[in-house]
């Protein structure tokens, strides 16, 4: 497993916190999980519903290459009945997963762009990346997660959500 990357999952449909340990259980067949953050809850970004969503930020290893690993993500997707939509409009999901980087790679291409490029505005990604990785320096900001933090606009409310 020689690639360290950052995968954000994100649920606001059904059993959210079934849903992200299914797809965490799934990463686990392909990839090492190193480390994974809290869980948080957080309102819904780029569009309104009342459906809040519960995300997290799993560090993983991979001996993938970055198009084979988003082709597996969207295949879990896909297994676990996410509905795919290409008119730019966000709606609620049953699971997202995205890439937020690979290695130090940078990448700009039509079905993927590496480091996430929505990443730098969401609290929801940021806050639980900054909790475990705290000194990660973003190959393409050259800036740290906290750093990229204290920059953040976002107000969106996130807060740790208890397992119990």
Not at 41 to 52: A, C, I, K, L, R
Not at 126 to 134: G, K, R, S
Request: glycine fraction near 4%; charged fraction near 25%.
């Amino acid at each position: 497993m020689n690639h360290v990357c950052y995968i954000s999952i994100g649920s606001n449909l059904g059993n959210r916190i079934l849903n992200i340990k299914n797809s965490i259980f799934e990463l686990s067949s392909f990839t090492l999980i190193s480390r994974i953050s809290s869980y948080y809850e957080t309102s819904p970004w780029g569009y309104e519903d009342t459906h809040q969503y519960i995300n997290v930020v799993v560090k993983i290893k991979t001996n993938l290459y970055p198009h084979d690993l988003l082709k597996k993500l969207k295949k879990i997707e896909k297994k676990m009945g996410r509905l795919l939509w290409n008119d730019g409009i966000y709606r609620s999901r049953i699971i997202d997963l995205d890439i937020l980087f690979f290695d130090d790679l940078i990448l700009n291409e039509l079905d993927l762009i590496i480091p996430h490029p929505k990443l730098y505005n969401r609290k929801f990604v940021l806050i639980p990346l900054f909790e475990i990785v705290p000194n990660f320096i973003c190959p393409f900001t050259k800036k740290k997660i906290k750093e990229i933090l204290k920059e953040l606009k976002d107000n969106t409310i996130i807060s740790r959500y208890d397992l119990k």
